[in-house]
């Protein structure tokens, strides 16, 4: 297995408190990987460690090969991230965000020339590309976040709960992207308070109060906790947690 993500008792505290408790995963190369938990699990902290936001407190972690602890600059340039609240400009139109986040990521000249070209191509954006942001329906905003996230090719695409607030069906054409990414070998991480989105993932890691309490394809879960779905699984798991806030 080519390993894109490794964790070994990776661990955060503020102080007393234990937000991330020595959990321990790996995920592969193109991989689907859904990070669940309650409000107060700890995946936000366990998600910006993965990222090179955060510091861990102990324990071992690799992201595209990088360490956590020496190289997280090097990490936040092979990686993308997407959160619910998009992170584009708003006041820049269609092609001036794409353009402005291939520059972030190191993209040259020539290069960013190329992929804005397709990109927009790609989200049958064509003569849209000047319009703002802002005037764009949620939908298409979405797109768009998930296609700049990976505009320079990541290894990891790190998704933290991008289908809130948009219909089903504009969820569903989402998650063909997430498809497409992942068939590119791109690996993706997310986190979603949709269970039936959690069923669309290879693999599904569900924490309870800074622990890791089940990791296995939905399948898998689903026989082990004997539900017909995700939700009953995750509720099953979730009635356990004491924190309530993450």
Request: glycine share 8%; proline share 2%; aromatic share 10%.
């Amino acid at each position: 297995m080519d390993k894109v993500i490794t964790a070994s008792n990776l661990t955060k505290k503020f102080g007393t408190f234990t937000a991330v408790d020595h959990i321990s995963f790996e995920v592969a190369k193109g991989e689907i990987f859904g990070f669940l938990g309650a409000n107060g699990a700890g995946k936000t902290t366990a998600m910006r460690m993965l990222c090179g936001l955060s510091l861990p407190t102990s324990g071992d972690a690799t992201v595209a090969g990088f360490d956590v602890y020496r190289e997280n600059e090097k990490i936040k340039r092979n990686i993308g991230y997407m959160s619910q609240k998009f992170s584009m400009y708003e006041d820049l139109t269609i092609r001036e965000n794409i353009r402005f986040y291939a520059g972030i990521y190191g993209m040259s000249d020539e290069a960013i020339v190329k992929k804005t070209d397709a990109l927009v191509s790609q989200l049958q954006m064509t003569g849209n590309e000047k319009t703002l942001v802002r005037e764009l329906p949620l939908g298409w905003r979405q797109k768009l976040a998930f296609s700049i996230a990976i505009v320079h090719e990541p290894a990891v695409v790190f998704l933290d709960e991008p289908t809130g607030g948009v219909d089903p069906v504009t969820r569903r054409e989402f998650w063909n992207l997430i498809y497409q990414a992942a068939a590119l070998g791109i690996t993706v991480f997310i986190t979603t308070h949709y269970m039936d989105e959690a069923e669309y993932c290879d693999r599904v890691c569900i924490m309870v109060d800074g622990r890791i309490d089940a990791l296995d394809s939905p399948a898998g879960l689903m026989k082990e906790f004997k539900s017909t779905n995700m939700d009953g699984v995750f509720l099953q798991l979730a009635r356990k947690a004491q924190r309530k806030a993450d």
